[in-house]
């Protein structure tokens, strides 16, 4: 019997902290810098509905709610900002996701436009920081 051993494609798992980071990093980017606008942003009026986002950067972006820790992600077509309150995003609630993204990793921001309801649309520079960071 001859043993064989299969090795990887090459780069693969060669890099695995990299690439948890780097897949982690829009998602948490988008729970600081969103959350700390969209409570700014509400401070002035009646409810209001973030209705899309989009970056340069990413050639899709999504908004997601997940009801409970372990239940599903659903797509959903808004994520509605209460009057005088805030609209908390993280990976374990309402979310927005950045897909098919572009190399960000010697960027200081990243650059993304808010549209909502009733508010128009904002375009800010979101501060790329390390996952775990604030």
Sequence with gaps: MTA?????????????????ARSA???????????GLLSAWVVGGGADELTAVSSPI????????RVGVAGPRTVVGGLVIPAHG?????PFGDDVVLQDLSRYEHLATVPLTLSFRHSGTVTIDAAVTQPGTP
């Excluded at 051993?5 to 695995?16: I, M, Y």
């Excluded at 990093?25 to 600081?32: E, I, M, R, S």
């Excluded at 990413?58 to 709610?65: G, H, K, N, P």
């Excluded at 805030?86 to 993280?90: E, G, M, N, P, Q």
């Design 58 to 65: 990413a050639s899709r972006v999504v908004l997601t709610e």
């Design 86 to 90: 805030t609209l908390t995003l993280s």
């Design 4 to 20: 064989t051993t299969e090795r990887p494609a090459p780069g693969v798992g060669r890099n695995l902290p990299r690439d948890l």
């Design 25 to 35: 990093a829009a998602p948490l980017l988008c729970v600081l810098v969103l959350t």
